[in-house]
């Protein structure tokens, strides 16, 4: 996974919400008029895989008599009192009900809540498959360590209510707690370690994590970064220390002022790359990698400002990670090179029409989480272009002024897509209904094709004529025309709104090339033969044949059946290679676990691909070493629609190595391993497109049409 930044999400609220939403609470999304403050003690026992809590809260204001918590279902309840007396509850699968009495529903209540739990999701230590981040992992305590989210209900969460905190976490010996806020100290007692927090940043949600950590600070320019790394870690701490330091002054100064008390990266024992208030999550074998600090790291500090700081209000859908992409992953790009800024723009396009299907898609405005790759697709690919485009349809000033005006009104509130239009509809001083009414709300993406394109030559030089058409429904969108001449490049705009714009560019010079949109400022929808088969083309499919080689013997299965997982291949048929027919393949992508023996197979792999039971050559080089491993995805040379991909292993062994790291390589063609380190990687050349054509050289003596 070398040069591939690890996907990151913003837990804050996401697990909260969903979870509320479950237990029937509604204003559980839309916190109102009460507010509560925890004065909360945790004690840790991770050889139960437990936790004894108590909670004071007081409650002001709370409303219609009637206070709702949400706890683990998993919850036993020892005492429930108001004001220091025992007071009757119900609690049933996860939701705790308190009836106030008359003169308590409009005067500040003290709760007390004191409380038993068990959190035992099991942490994988080597998933198979990465689409979900999260790994279904809500809460786990163990001796390796503890990890709590917002929605997991390790506290008592109050429904319709903004909530601070004062936290204690009471762990073994060395065991350092870490959350959102600010750390008031670290304490030794006897065979213990307590932990003090304050929040004062009335959060939706707090998730806890807790280890052997070794605390490491540095303060810069006003600003604070820690970082809670395992001893085996320890010296990353500089590092990041400087990388955190160094992003949060350029955000700092982008967006305004730094949120929260500092920033933290704390490791977790399992792999993770999760961000909330003020810091981010992640496996200790992630943050070894060299680019992290450069990639995900940004990443997961630019949602300190979105999502974070300002709030998403998700039941109009998800924006901050699109934004945080944009700003963070994308800008780095930019700032890199105009070519790497294209080539980031170029894999949006790819990664969406590869794995979105037009049956499969849904608007922006009904996106919450990534779960898969179609929902990252959307979530991040298609919403990073969309402000891309918002960018350029406002332009430079107004973008900017437009996000800080944003931050500075929404600062831990909640802001929704109609809110983000606003204040870019301020900043523009102009209506943008048309922009987010067809790139937000309603799902698709601008289709185009040229047609009838041509070249005539006048007495003064040469007219390009031809039309654009756009496939329902259309969009409204200036596009850029980039004629390549024998004087060099002619540029045009063209504004499209329905289906046929007709276009006319004189130059008086001899055309050679016209291109669409040739440096992908917009979001559309590429058609098969302009995007090369890729790693991702793989995982976007709906059917696969699997073809287990006869050679790989007993083991072939495994490998396909570990294999297919990884990649998240769900309609899979797996066929022994002596079963397997070429031409009776039928209607599927194919993908072969091993090299064939049938003459038939190998005809269906790229020519320039060089291989043998024993070795392959590929990118340019050899390998014939026992831990060396060969991936490829082609066009099927009979089916243009369908793709043959190449799991080539030259042992057992090696295939184990490098089967869950291949998914991570989405946008290449051809990948090569040697005892599970990347040495090669490449992407197929396209030559094909409906949105360029090519014309040979003027012959001589030439007469076309008078312009």
């Given at each position: 996974?070398?040069?591939?930044?690890i996907?990151?999400?913003?837990?804050?609220?996401?697990?909260?919400l969903?979870?509320?939403?479950?237990?029937?609470?509604?204003?559980?999304?839309?916190?109102?008029?009460?507010?509560?403050?925890?004065?909360?003690?945790?004690?840790?026992?991770?050889?139960?895989?437990?936790?004894?809590?108590?909670?004071?809260?007081?409650?002001?204001?709370?409303?219609?008599?009637?206070v709702?918590?949400?706890?683990?279902?998993?919850?036993?309840?020892?005492?429930?009192?108001?004001d220091?007396?025992?007071?009757?509850?119900?609690f049933?699968?996860?939701?705790?009900?308190?009836?106030?009495?008359?003169?308590q529903?409009?005067?500040?209540?003290?709760?007390?809540?004191?409380?038993?739990?068990?959190?035992?999701?099991?942490?994988?230590?080597?998933?198979?498959?990465?689409?979900?981040?999260?790994?279904?992992?809500?809460?786990?305590?163990?001796?390796?360590?503890?990890?709590?989210?917002?929605?997991?209900?390790?506290?008592?969460?109050?429904?319709?209510?903004?909530?601070?905190?004062?936290?204690?976490?009471?762990?073994?010996?060395?065991?350092?707690?870490?959350?959102?806020?600010?750390?008031?100290?670290?304490?030794?007692?006897?065979?213990?370690?307590?932990?003090?927090?304050?929040?004062?940043?009335?959060?939706?949600?707090?998730?806890?994590?807790?280890?052997?950590?070794?605390?490491?600070?540095?303060?810069?320019?006003?600003?604070?970064?820690t970082?809670?790394?395992?001893?085996?870690?320890?010296?990353?701490?500089?590092?990041?220390?400087?990388?955190?330091?160094?992003?949060?002054?350029?955000?700092?100064?982008?967006?305004?002022?730094?949120?929260?008390?500092?920033?933290?990266?704390?490791e977790?024992?399992?792999?993770?790359?999760?961000?909330?208030?003020?810091?981010?999550?992640?496996?200790?074998?992630?943050?070894?990698?060299?680019f992290?600090?450069?990639?995900?790291l940004?990443?997961?500090?630019?949602?300190?400002?979105?999502?974070?700081?300002?709030?998403?209000?998700?039941?109009?859908?998800?924006?901050?990670?699109?934004?945080?992409?944009?700003?963070a992953?994308?800008?780095?790009?930019?700032?890199?090179?105009?070519?790497?800024?294209?080539?980031?723009?170029?894999?949006?396009?790819r990664?969406?029409?590869?794995?979105?299907?037009?049956?499969?898609?849904?608007?922006?405005?009904?996106?919450?989480?990534?779960?898969?790759?179609?929902?990252?697709?959307?979530?991040?690919?298609?919403?990073?272009?969309?402000?891309?485009?918002?960018?350029?349809?406002?332009?430079?000033?107004?973008?900017?002024?437009?996000?800080?005006?944003?931050?500075?009104?929404?600062?831990?509130?909640?802001?929704?897509?109609?809110?983000?239009?606003?204040?870019?509809?301020?900043?523009?001083?102009?209506?943008?209904?048309?922009?987010?009414?067809?790139?937000?709300?309603?799902?698709?993406?601008?289709?185009?094709?040229?047609?009838?394109?041509?070249?005539?030559?006048?007495?003064q030089?040469?007219?390009?004529?031809?039309r654009?058409?756009?496939?329902?429904?259309?969009?409204?969108?200036?596009?850029?025309?980039?004629?390549?001449?024998?004087?060099?490049?002619?540029?045009?705009?063209?504004?499209?709104?329905?289906?046929?714009?007709?276009?006319?560019?004189?130059?008086?010079?001899?055309?050679?090339?016209?291109?669409?949109?040739?440096?992908?400022?917009?979001?559309?929808?590429?058609?098969?033969?302009?995007?090369p088969?890729?790693?991702?083309?793989?995982?976007?499919?709906?059917?696969?044949?699997?073809?287990?080689?006869?050679?790989l013997?007993q083991?072939?299965?495994?490998?396909?059946?570990?294999?297919?997982?990884?990649?998240?291949?769900?309609?899979?048929?797996?066929?022994?290679?002596a079963?397997?027919?070429?031409a009776?393949?039928?209607?599927?992508?194919?993908?072969?676990?091993?090299?064939?023996?049938?003459?038939?197979?190998?005809?269906?792999?790229?020519?320039?691909?060089?291989?043998?039971?024993?070795?392959?050559?590929?990118?340019?080089?050899?390998?014939?070493?026992?831990?060396?491993?060969?991936?490829?995805?082609?066009?099927?040379?009979?089916?243009?629609?369908?793709?043959?991909?190449?799991?080539?292993?030259?042992?057992?062994?090696?295939?184990?190595?490098?089967?869950?790291?291949?998914?991570?390589?989405?946008r290449?063609?051809?990948?090569?391993?040697?005892d599970?380190?990347?040495?090669?990687?490449?992407?197929?050349?396209?030559?094909?497109?409906?949105?360029?054509v090519?014309?040979?050289?003027v012959?001589?003596?030439?007469?076309?049409?008078?312009?």
């Amino acid at each position: 996974m070398r040069g591939q930044p690890i996907p990151l999400i913003c837990f804050a609220l996401n697990c909260l919400l969903v979870w509320a939403g479950m237990h029937g609470i509604a204003g559980a999304t839309m916190p109102t008029g009460s507010m509560a403050h925890h004065d909360l003690t945790i004690r840790l026992f991770p050889e139960k895989s437990e936790l004894e809590g108590r909670d004071l809260i007081r409650i002001q204001r709370p409303e219609k008599g009637t206070v709702h918590l949400l706890l683990s279902p998993r919850t036993r309840i020892h005492s429930v009192r108001i004001d220091g007396h025992d007071h009757p509850y119900s609690f049933n699968r996860g939701r705790m009900t308190v009836n106030l009495d008359r003169s308590q529903s409009t005067l500040n209540v003290d709760l007390s809540i004191e409380y038993t739990c068990r959190f035992d999701d099991p942490a994988p230590v080597r998933p198979v498959n990465t689409d979900n981040p999260g790994f279904g992992v809500s809460g786990t305590i163990s001796t390796s360590g503890t990890f709590l989210l917002s929605g997991a209900g390790w506290y008592p969460h109050v429904a319709d209510a903004r909530q601070s905190f004062g936290l204690t976490v009471d762990g073994p010996d060395d065991t350092v707690a870490v959350t959102a806020g600010r750390l008031l100290g670290i304490d030794r007692r006897g065979a213990r370690t307590v932990s003090r927090w304050r929040i004062d940043n009335h959060l939706e949600g707090l998730s806890l994590s807790a280890g052997p950590y070794v605390v490491e600070k540095r303060i810069q320019n006003g600003l604070t970064a820690t970082t809670y790394l395992f001893p085996g870690n320890q010296a990353l701490a500089p590092r990041y220390l400087e990388a955190s330091l160094r992003h949060l002054k350029r955000y700092n100064d982008l967006f305004g002022a730094y949120p929260f008390d500092g920033f933290a990266v704390v490791e977790n024992f399992f792999p993770t790359g999760y961000g909330f208030p003020g810091y981010t999550l992640m496996g200790g074998r992630v943050l070894q990698l060299p680019f992290i600090p450069e990639t995900s790291l940004s990443h997961e500090i630019v949602h300190s400002w979105w999502g974070n700081g300002v709030l998403v209000d998700a039941a109009s859908g998800n924006w901050c990670e699109g934004l945080t992409s944009y700003t963070a992953d994308y800008l780095i790009k930019e700032q890199a090179s105009s070519r790497a800024a294209v080539d980031y723009r170029r894999q949006a396009l790819r990664n969406y029409a590869t794995l979105v299907s037009p049956a499969a898609d849904f608007p922006l405005s009904r996106f919450r989480s990534r779960t898969d790759p179609v929902t990252k697709a959307v979530g991040y690919d298609k919403s990073t272009m969309v402000f891309h485009m918002l960018r350029r349809e406002v332009g430079e000033d107004a973008f900017w002024a437009s996000l800080r005006h944003l931050y500075g009104q929404f600062r831990f509130k909640h802001a929704s897509w109609k809110d983000l239009q606003e204040r870019f509809e301020a900043q523009a001083g102009r209506p943008l209904d048309t922009f987010f009414r067809q790139w937000v709300y309603r799902p698709g993406a601008l289709q185009i094709r040229l047609e009838n394109v041509r070249p005539v030559e006048g007495r003064q030089g040469w007219r390009t004529v031809g039309r654009l058409v756009q496939q329902s429904p259309f969009y409204d969108v200036t596009l850029e025309l980039a004629l390549d001449t024998d004087e060099g490049p002619v540029g045009r705009s063209i504004h499209l709104s329905d289906r046929l714009t007709e276009f006319e560019i004189i130059t008086p010079a001899y055309p050679r090339s016209l291109t669409a949109d040739p440096d992908h400022h917009l979001f559309r929808r590429l058609i098969p033969e302009e995007m090369p088969p890729t790693v991702n083309t793989l995982k976007g499919s709906t059917t696969v044949a699997v073809v287990i080689a006869d050679r790989l013997g007993q083991s072939g299965e495994a490998i396909a059946l570990r294999f297919s997982e990884a990649m998240g291949l769900d309609n899979v048929r797996m066929v022994r290679e002596a079963d397997f027919i070429a031409a009776k393949a039928g209607e599927s992508n194919l993908l072969f676990v091993g090299l064939p023996g049938q003459p038939e197979a190998l005809r269906l792999f790229p020519r320039n691909l060089k291989l043998t039971p024993e070795a392959f050559d590929a990118g340019g080089r050899h390998f014939d070493g026992s831990g060396d491993v060969l991936f490829a995805v082609n066009r099927h040379p009979d089916r243009s629609g369908d793709i043959v991909a190449l799991l080539h292993p030259l042992s057992v062994e090696a295939a184990d190595q490098t089967a869950l790291k291949i998914p991570h390589y989405g946008r290449y063609s051809y990948l090569g391993f040697s005892d599970g380190s990347n040495r090669i990687k490449g992407t197929w050349a396209v030559n094909d497109s409906p949105v360029m054509v090519r014309w040979h050289p003027v012959p001589p003596n030439h007469q076309g049409d008078p312009p």
